[in-house]
């Protein structure tokens, strides 16, 4: 019995984890995206994770950087390498100002060709891409490789500027239902996992006390 109040409570933790982790596609999945094209911020404050958006995106900057998963095979302990994720620059209009954060993709996303023909049109020559998703935090590796590409291509006239402008976070496409249900879902188990430990103790106590007696 005890064995398996513990078991589940290692269960409840680690899912009380994956939850905290994935808090940020939580509140984007049950807040209002923003169209920040058609309907620009007038707070660069609501830049942060979590933050819904949905748009037509009509132009995109360089990709500045390339992320590739590893996984080792413990069978032979090869190392299988998983599918490159692309960050592009990404401009958020802020009133008249303008504020960016990375994209992420990968070739797996149905947008990827055309989020790749944006980046690579000069501003001109290509349909608008419709993007739905919201901000996550960008690894801060990719994060010093996207201020290194503003410095080289000199937007800025100071670095101040571009630790203004230039923000930690990235883009994420996501899909709200797809992320309302798995949090659901999630719930769901960490209450059935809860009610289970609780019940399990009661067992237990009552078990204690007629043992005692």
């Excluded at 596609?25 to 049950?30: D, E, G, K, V, W």
Aim: negative net charge; contains cysteine.
């Amino acid at each position: 019995m005890k064995t398996l109040r513990n078991v589940c409570i290692g269960i409840l933790v680690v899912l009380l984890i994956l939850m905290y982790g994935g808090s940020a596609l939580t509140r984007m999945a049950f807040s209002k995206p923003v169209d920040v094209y058609n309907d620009p911020l007038d707070d660069a404050g609501r830049l942060k994770r979590g933050f819904a958006i949905e748009t037509d995106l009509p132009l995109l900057g360089e990709c500045f950087g390339t992320a590739t998963s590893t996984q080792t095979n413990g069978y032979d302990n090869s190392t299988l390498v998983g599918d490159a994720t692309y960050y592009f620059i990404m401009p958020v209009p802020v009133g008249e100002e303008t504020y960016y954060v990375a994209l992420e993709t990968s070739q797996k996303q149905d947008s990827f060709d055309m989020l790749r023909k944006l980046s690579q049109s000069n501003r001109s020559g290509a349909e608008p891409v419709h993007i739905t998703g919201g901000l996550t935090t960008l690894d801060d590796e990719l994060y010093q490789y996207m201020k290194i590409w503003f410095k080289d291509s000199e937007l800025f006239e100071n670095e101040a500027d571009i630790e203004k402008y230039v923000l930690p976070l990235s883009f994420s496409e996501e899909n709200y239902l797809s992320l309302k249900i798995i949090f659901f879902v999630q719930l769901a188990i960490a209450v059935a996992l809860l009610t289970a430990i609780i019940v399990i103790s009661r067992k237990e106590k009552k078990a204690a006390e007629s043992g005692a007696s």
